[in-house]
């Protein structure tokens, strides 16, 4: 196959950062992605590049050398898909809501929709990537719809998950430690199949770099990559908890046994808790999924890794009731930092939205800065709670652009969010403009604790008290 054109359908998190890549690196291709949303691709095709949907280091710059070039935003879903040899599926599939799996299965609505869109419009032969996180076998009923639909054209279905995280996405993309690509390799067309998308990313991509699967356990393998990367922060943060009670710090402990190299140092910082899109939704489907086939200790076992993060929360959430002498009624509570990790504007499952809930129950006055979430999307991650009404939530909570005017009369300081930026404030200018006693919980490690003190802080550190 001669590969002309690629299309994505979704232009999210995945899809328009992967597809910024591929036509950068592949200037020969047409790139195009596409969305339902009128919203979303004007913002991709806004002249001001700092109005792009997604805040991700490097992204902004590889736009700007490749938009309306060989990289294409639209909502014209029937043309792209029409014209594209190789069309990637980047939809959102979150936990499902109600039915059967409700709270841990994952909802395949937008998957099956963009099946039976390819299935109606394509007028070729197409090659079909699943690049949203599946539940392992999702490729089966992909091709069920495909090959039931009103045409006669011959679709392979791959896998190709993406293991990108978020605040490093581009890097990631730019230098992959894999590119797993999963098909049917017991017939002709699925082994050509996979060779066209691996020679797609054989334009920047280091040939043994790239591994091939059949397309189950390259399914499989994304989640349990998820579900193995949570299950460290959380061992970790068991331990912090533990750390507390015996007066061992958790950064040393962190330290000792990260240099072990069978262990390793990623992701072994304690903090208040894991957030993001991917986490906690691919935790969940692996339970059910395990629990689907009868595995009733496989599923409970990867339960617990959610279970000790939402412990986590809560417990963050409990330290600052309790280090205020048990009541921040009227209190003015400060958090710095929404976002669920530094370098994003994603919001999903942050810690921040359960930490401030818990506090607006006890009737606190909640105040946040971050420096790339908006107030919009701050208020709208309280209102899906639906714990309070709207208005409710708008009386007890602020958000303000300016980290000094946030912090001024603060009862407390929370850091949630782990920016670089927060570092390098005058923390003895904050201090001194805070009620008294003033507190700071640091739920990032991210702080010289014994310079705070210095100053005057009563200070607590998720895993040294």
């Known amino acids: ?39 979303r691709i004007a913002q991709w095709n806004d002249e001001d590049l700092n109005n792009l949907p997604i805040y991700e280091p490097g992204l902004k710059e590889i736009v700007e050398n490749t938009r309306n070039k060989n990289l294409f935003f639209s909502t014209d879903v029937a043309r792209a ?30 998957v099956e929709i963009c099946a039976r869109q390819i299935g109606k419009y394509a007028k070729s032969n197409k090659i079909v990537v699943e690049k949203s996180t599946l539940p392992v076998r999702t490729a089966e009923a992909i091709r069920d719809i495909l090959e039931n639909s009103d045409n006669d054209y011959s679709f392979e279905i791959l896998s190709n998950p993406e293991f990108l995280a978020e605040g490093t996405a581009i890097n990631d993309l730019l230098f992959p430690d894999r590119v797993l690509i999963g098909g049917n390799s017991d017939t002709e067309s699925g082994i050509a199949a996979m060779n066209v998308l691996k020679d797609l990313y054989l334009n920047w ?25 949570a299950q460290r922060v959380s061992s970790i943060n068991a331990i912090s908890e533990l750390c507390e ?36 939704k691919d935790i969940l ?60 504007n994603d919001t999903r499952e942050s810690a921040s939205i359960y930490v401030a809930d818990y506090l607006m129950n006890e009737q606190a006055k909640i105040v946040v800065y971050d420096p790339k979430v908006t107030a919009e999307q701050i208020y709208a991650d309280l209102d899906y709670l639906n714990t309070r009404s709207e208005k409710e939530n708008r009386a ?70």
Not at 8 to 22: D, F, H, L, N
Not at 292 to 307: A, F, P, R
Request: proline share 2%.
């Open 205 to 229: 991509v280091q040939d043994d770099h790239v591994v091939l699967s059949n397309v189950w356990s390259s399914e499989l393998s994304k989640l349990v990559a998820n579900a193995f990367l």
């Open 396 to 465: 007890l909570l602020e958000v303000v652009n300016d980290p000094i005017e946030a912090c001024q009369d603060a009862h407390a300081i929370a850091i949630m969010t782990e920016w670089d930026e927060f570092k390098s404030y005058d923390w003895k200018s904050i201090y001194d403009n805070m009620f008294k006693p003033a507190f700071l919980f640091d739920g990032r490690a991210l702080l010289d604790v014994e310079s705070l003190k210095g100053i005057g802080f009563e200070t607590y550190v998720i895993g040294k008290g």
């Open 81 to 110: 898909i029409e014209e594209s040899d190789i069309i990637f599926i980047s939809v959102t599939t979150p936990t499902k809501q109600y039915g059967v799996g409700q709270g841990m299965a994952a909802d395949l609505k937008y």
């Open 245 to 280: 009670v015996t007066e061992a710090n958790i950064k040393e402990v962190s330290k000792a046994i990260g240099m072990d190299s069978r262990i390793g140092p990623k992701f072994l910082n304690a903090s208040v808790g894991f957030g993001g899109s991917c986490f906690q």
């Open 285 to 344: 489907n692996l339970v059910y999924i395990s629990n689907s086939y009868g595995l009733k200790e496989v599923g409970d076992y990867w339960q617990q890794v959610i279970t000790l993060n939402d412990h986590q929360k809560r417990r963050f959430a409990y330290k600052i009731v309790s280090k205020l002498y048990n009541t921040v009624s009227d209190k003015k509570i400060t958090l710095l930092g929404w976002a669920f990790k530094k370098d994003t």
């Open 1 to 39: 196959m001669s590969l002309k054109k690629i299309c994505c359908i979704g232009a999210g998190y995945v899809g328009g950062p992967t597809m910024s890549v591929i036509a950068e690196k592949c200037p020969h291709i047409e790139v195009e992605v596409v969305d339902i949303s009128e919203a």
